[in-house]
């Protein structure tokens, strides 16, 4: 079982930045898909950036892609989205997540083939 911890959410205004972590403890993740994902208040949950730990291959949907960056450090067990450019439409809670899964390429990139989830980080754009 794989345990997720989110840190770095903030308060920042429009055109600022965060690097969120997410860092992993336990077991089942080291090949697995990796994902972030976001959830505005009453709204659906959204994935935003996903990376392949079993080679690297990043996910990227058109609503970030050139602003948000998802990076995995292997050595410490830990995920990063650097988000750039950020919006008044970019406020949401932020989560990470891992798929049971283990895909040879391409990471999914809806919220429902990742499994595991942080309890995750505010990140408020003030315009």
């Known amino acids: 079982q794989v345990q997720l911890e989110e840190s770095g959410g903030g308060s920042v205004q429009a055109g600022g930045s965060l690097k969120l972590s997410c860092v992993m403890s336990?077991?089942?993740?080291?090949?697995?898909?990796l994902g972030w994902f976001r959830q505005p208040p009453g709204l659906e949950r959204e994935g935003v950036a996903m990376?392949?730990?079993?080679?690297?291959?990043?996910s990227i949907p058109e609503s970030t892609k050139g602003r948000f960056i998802v990076s995995w450090d292997s050595a410490k067990n830990t995920m990063y989205l650097e988000m750039s450019n950020l919006e008044p439409e970019d406020t949401a809670m932020y989560f990470c997540?891992?798929?049971?899964?283990?895909?040879?390429?391409?990471?999914?990139?809806?919220?429902?083939?990742?499994?595991?989830w942080g309890q995750g980080t505010q990140v408020t754009v003030s315009s």
């Open positions: 997540a891992t798929t049971n899964h283990v895909y040879e390429r391409y990471c999914p990139t809806v919220a429902a083939q990742f499994r595991n």
């Open positions: 336990g077991y089942g993740f080291k090949k697995n898909c």
């Open positions: 990376i392949n730990a079993n080679g690297g291959r990043t």
